[in-house]
């Protein structure tokens, strides 16, 4: 059986160029939902990097009205510790807050205040599972009530709008994903079922003359996985190359683009694969019941 590959081999290149009016179409359509297919899941996977770094948009600092001592800030960071919503919590004293913003800012904008003008503050994450706009609400109630916090602070603006777009995130990529996919299939199937009908007397020729299964469907499988390969490896190149123009264009892109290379190997392996045992499949159906 071994010995026969060479020429099987062969068999299967002089089918994809005879039957290149079948085959251009079908690579030019799997090319293109490979490309959108990559697109998609690098997509998907910008927006679980996004969402993971959203938890940072879900807490609150708030301010004591005066310093507390240290007995009655342990007491407050108790109290607040006990809420259900509340991951982890920090004191900090206004000496820390004070070298936290000559960090950040110039010294010199404090040049015309005596003493330390900022105050002790707690910092405050929320639970993962209890990250909404709702909760932060509800929270920052609770501590305004407290006679000894003043001011609540909380990125709420970003958080509605995160919240308000976020499930655009997965349900656009995933749905163009999955319409790529079905499209692939059924590009495929019909591309392969065009090519028996056309070698559909050969086919039958080889059939009744006693020739193996395997003879008659490694040239339709290999041409498949050619294919596949051919197609999904063009809109992988094409993709690196699109990203890495961009990521010149927006630099702070990259940190989101770790992974796409294994997307891009991903979808390549997958398509070729896919290609394979959709023409397997066919060919078998046919050697069966016909076309």
Not at 129 to 152: D, Y
Request: with cysteine; net charge neutral.
């Amino acid at each position: 059986m071994f010995n026969r590959l060479p020429y099987l081999t062969s068999e299967a290149f002089r089918g994809l160029s005879r039957h290149r009016l079948v085959i251009i179409p079908s690579l030019a359509t799997t090319f293109l939902c490979s490309f959108l297919l990559i697109a998609s899941m690098n997509a998907l996977s910008f927006a679980v990097q996004l969402s993971a770094q959203s938890a940072s948009l879900y807490r609150i600092e708030a301010f004591f009205l005066n310093t507390p001592k240290q007995e009655e800030a342990d007491s407050i960071q108790k109290v607040v510790a006990a809420y259900e919503s509340v991951s982890s919590l920090i004191y900090i004293p206004n000496e820390q807050a004070l070298d936290e913003f000559k960090k950040s800012f110039p010294e010199d904008m404090l040049y015309l205040v005596e003493g330390n003008p900022l105050p002790a503050s707690l910092r405050i994450q929320i639970r993962a599972n209890e990250q909404t706009f709702q909760t932060i609400e509800k929270i920052s109630k609770r501590l305004l009530a407290m006679p000894e916090i003043s001011v609540v602070q909380s990125p709420t603006e970003w958080i509605k709008r995160w919240e308000s777009f976020k499930w655009h995130f997965f349900a656009i990529p995933a749905g163009i994903a999955a319409l790529m996919l079905t499209i692939l299939w059924l590009i495929m199937w019909n591309a392969m079922r065009l090519t028996l009908i056309s070698r559909k007397e050969l086919v039958n020729n080889i059939k009744y003359s006693g020739g193996t299964e395997f003879f008659i469907q490694f040239p339709f499988v290999l041409e498949g996985l050619l294919q596949g390969l051919v197609g999904a490896g063009l809109a992988a190149i094409l993709f690196e190359f699109a990203e890495k123009t961009i990521i010149d264009y927006f630099p702070i892109l990259s940190q989101f683009t770790q992974k796409n290379l294994n997307a891009s190997l991903f979808v390549l392996l997958f398509v070729a694969a896919s290609e394979a045992v959709v023409s397997y499949l066919t060919v078998r159906k046919f050697l069966v019941r016909g076309i």
